[in-house]
């Protein structure tokens, strides 16, 4: 006995040939995200590498010259250049030729020995500001502990805070972005398979011909819905599976809890795309407002940038999108070990989110033909 | 007079792949004359149109237009010739004076000139109320006037007219020819590609082609005269003369035959005797006489005569479910959009095992009435009824008693034949067994076994013909309905398609169909005519022409009774105002 | 050129920009999507961080410890959630409440004056999101080191304790008050001018051959340079037009100054107008749809000018095949010289070695979608 209606099942085939109808629409379909994965994993990263600075050395004592090379030595320089006048280094930082520019005063060796404060200066180039905050960080971390070195006191612990990384002790990059990325991309794929498919149907002259078959609104829906549903939870699997092998990431959740999540995810980001569908005559029209809704949805989510940080209007904006309580749910199974009440609240307002847009969708397809 | 000719071409071959689209045809082409191309689908008419145009090159061959070689001095070509694209060119997000005025200055009419011609050709393709309206929202058949007015834009030697009359009612039929022979007169060679014969036989010269080559090459009546003496035409007791055509065409005499109204008409092979008719006619008190030859009956001939009668889809087709009410009925049908009316207060019924025909000029109303019928828009106030279900309100049970073929091809190009197949039965709720039988069953009749795994968009268009009807055929329908079933389709598959609707509507299948095609509506029982959203004819083709009939008018053919009915309505709404 | 003639030209451009005004997408992408993506820009993604949530475990009830408790909740940086006890802050931080937890120990007020006895707070950070956790870690060291100074500058332990320390003085030439939307921003107008660039300029070729004009247009006798002229004038045209208007809305809507000149901004913008024109004049040419011409340029033109063009993520960070695929996408080389324009000023020896790459990079463009053009249909069949 077969689970649907020979009118549904030959919906939900037709639906699933039309997104898979051959090699190359598969791969079409598989590909681009998951070279996606691998490029935004390396791209996504806000730590900085390779950084060019210059340095002008006044002082040109023993100690500055320590100071330059542990600097030299660390693992955020690029190149670093020696310059020989305040207008030279002014110069290099007005052009972008450094991110930052060093100048170590006069008296800097002599301060040290005296045990006055030494001071460094820095100038960064604020076209560049997050680097460059980031660098000038990297740089008092470095005179912190050449104080370290230099001081004669008793005190071996100047930094009177003990600080700690719960989750991701060595913070690194990988851990955060991979599966981020992961529902991201999912979603992005499920969105426009559903959208093209009404659209599509519209432009080709074959939702005249569904229409004037026994299938109700229901089924059309249902069937539309599916091949994200089938497509996306597996592609989300091979992402998590990816960063568990390829990328290292630990998971400390439940796997099962994870696949229930995609599933749910997939379903409440599908009623978007169908709403954006049933709203478009033509496939361009479609892709579009995929599009336009894409690019807020990837950056109000939380990804980007931490959601508390928005404007209260954005962030009750943001409570509408999917990919916010998917991005907690991920993060929680992977990182944090939480466990199914933990998640419970998100897979909820992620069910409200699907079953609204599923149920506004419907009844859009429906009052279409008014 | 006709001088030296304006176009020779000989010996073009144009290959794709491994297809010859034109194999090594030549011919010359007379200015001050309308030449016309003719031939069934993947003919190579389109193709010899692009050469002329110099869109295409042919692979070999050579092609002279006013004196130059479209390869080498393409500039020089493009200068003097008039192009019409299938789709007709226009840009539909803009105006009818944008599109006149982009063309006009593509072709670099002078600013002084401009003015003047535009006046005239807004008044010669009465196109003067809608300067101001956009393309996309003109009708079929003005859309394609404007485009014959972009094309005339620079006033060309040579104007090249790729099916122009496809999708086009009647009156802007008569429009577009009344253009193009003000043109001819004036000198210019028209280059006209269709597939309705009817349009071909107006024509001075006609080239008609088939699989690449040219099969013959002069002016109409030398073709049709051939046939001479062996055209007849069968009057008898009119509710027999779709079996008494099955019956004909089966005859190894008979090489073509159509409806015609209440008539028959019948093509004998060459050579063979006509006593098979004559006695066959008068098995059933038909009276067979001789008639005039058309251009039509020659070019069947010509392509070796049309399909037999029998229709194998007929044989096993029992209705699934059995349906006593009226098949079709609306009452008090009206459909606003808006202010617009676009269906106002129509009343009909159709009985079952009609052919129950829609007729109408481009928004006249009829596509909305029909989409009303099929469930595809809901109405304003009144009711449709299918097999005595209410569309509204048991659209489900309604929707299982019909059968719809649409007039754009609407089968899932993603799917292979196979799967569309697969789909339509179960999108009908066809299971297991009883699926699998009704598939196997259709592509056994429509010889589909080795198209099963192509695209259907690769298909010949008489196969993707036939798929149309087999989807919309898998769950036994007692009511169908063809909008525009074969526009634009070359009169070999439409006879074939037609076959088989008169077999099924011997099984009691109830057909309801729109056309823009005259001969089309010849097969019908019954004809409903519609403009400005009204009903304003309904009786059967011969009842039709016979109220248009007068003095002024003799033995008016159906676009002459369809153009007059118009004509009247108009007349009337005149003298009112 | 034989045969050019401008007004057949001008007649190709005034079609198409009569067109191009009645396109419901043109304004969804030149007039609606500036807006969303600069207002996002200025607003949703702020690298700037604020009102953290934050858990605070205060083991003493001292004077001095409510006196820095009160310094945490006072800091724009902070929403302080105060804890009963650890239990209760690691489930919070588990189930994501709060992002970190500061701890004030028991033996706070000792730990000030014996620094042996351990640092005077523990901060817990949430390490699931690196740079934010980096942020708060930094940023509530801060708080405690802020609340040092203000209370025990001139104890001599805490004299000490400082005299051998490096003080590094950061100045943050061009946003000296380090607003990241300065340095969004001028990101945002590369990303909107790529998609009129690219993105509408591919699917307006595709579509006149979708829909039987290109047929029509090839048939008369305006060359393919004149077809292909008037197509990308207009766009070239929108595209200014829309630097203007996201200008505009930054300046004055969003405050991110513009020390540079008008000329200087118009140079880098029709600069970069030539490879995205090119680009998606390539793309219409290799596929004549509309669908598979809109999902590449989305793919090859809009990702690539959010990811690579060094606008949020640096390019010198990314290992090396990104960077030598950066180097590539025209708009990297026109968020630096927007930047600069902005922020800086006219600063040339910046902008034009980045027209200079724009160029080259429009003209392999240009190149490629020239050869890919046939005059005539039989590519098409």
Redesign the interface.
Known sequence: M?LF???L???I??EL??VL?DKQARVGLIAPPLMQLFIFSFAVTLDVKNIDIGVYDMDGGSYAQEFVSSIAASKFVGKIAAVHSQEEIEQSIVNGKNLVGIIIPQNFSRDIINKTPPKIELIVDGRRANAGQIVVSYIETIANSMGVFTKTAVDKNPDRTGIRYWFNPTLNYFWFVVPSLAPLLVSISALGVTSMSIARERE???F?????????YLEIIIAKAMPAMIIGPPLGLFMVFAALTFFGVPFTGNFFLLLLSLFVHVYAVIGLGLIISAFSQTQQQAILGVFTIMVPMVLMSGFATPYENMPQFLQDIALSIPNLYTLRIVQGLFLKGQGFMDVLPSLMSLMIIGTLSLTASYFIVRNK?? | MPESPAIKFENIVKT?GNIKALDGVSAEIKSGQLTGIVGPDGAGKTTLM?IL?????ADSGSVNIAGFDPKTQ??NV??I?G????????????SVI?NL???S????VDEKTREKLFARLLEFTRLEPFTNR?AGALSGGMKQKLGLA?ALLGEPKVL?LDEPGVGVDPVSRQDLWRMVEDLTSDGMAVIWSTSYLDEAEKCAEVLLFNEGKILFNGKPDELTQTLDGRSFLLKGDADLRRKVLGVALELDDVCDGTIQGSAIRLVKKSNSSEDAIIKTAKEYDYIATHTKPRFEDAFVDLLGGGPGGHSKLADNFEIERDISQTPVACVNLTKKFGNFVATNNVSFEVKKGEIFGLLGPNGAGKSTTFKML?????PTSGTARVAGHDLRKAA?EA??N?G?M?Q????????SVG?NL??????????GKL?RDRIDEMIDIFHLEKYLSSAPGDLPLGYKQRLALACALMHRPPVL?LDEPTSGVDPLTRREFWMHINGLVAKGVTIMVTTHFMEEAEYCDRVAMMYGGNLIALDTPDGLKASVEGKDLQNPTMEQAFIELIRRVDAQKGEAA | M??F?F??L???I??ET??ML??PSTFLVAGLLPIILLLLFAYAVSLDIRNLPIGMVRQSDSVKAQSISAKYSGSRYFVVHPMRDMVEAQEAIKIGTIRGIVVIPANFDERITRPSLGPIVEIVSDGTQPNTARFLANASAGVAQLWLQDNFANSPQFQAAMANRIEVIPRYWFNAEIESRRTLIPGAIAIVMTMIGTLLTAMVVAREFE???M?????????RIEILAGKLIPYFLLGLVATAICTLLAVFAFGVPLRGSLFGLFAASSAFLIPALGQGLLISSATKNQFVASQIALFAGFLPAMMLSGFIYETSSMPLPLQIMSNIVAAKYYVSSLRSVFLVGDVWSVILPNIGFMLLIGALFFFLAFRATA????GK?
């Open positions: 077969k209606s020979p009118t099942w030959a919906q085939i037709k040939l039309c109808r080709l002259g074959t005249d011909q569904l229409l004037v078959s026994p299938a109700t033909l008014q | 794709f692009r145009a110099t869109l295409l090159h393409g500039q493009k200068d010739i192009y019409m694209p299938q789709r007709f060119g226009l840009y539909e997000d803009l944008d005025q982009l063309y200055k593509l072709r670099r956009l972009c090249l099929c469930g595809l828009l809901i489900k929707k299982s019909l719809y649409a754009k091809f609407s089968l899932y190009g993603l799917l799967q697969e789909f339509s039965a179960g999108v009908y709720g066809l299971d699926k309905f | 034989k045969g003639s007004s057949r001008w007649a190709l005034i079609k009569k067109q009645r396109d829909r039987g004009t047929e029509a247009l090839m048939a008369t006798p305006a060359s005059t005539t249909l039989d069949k």
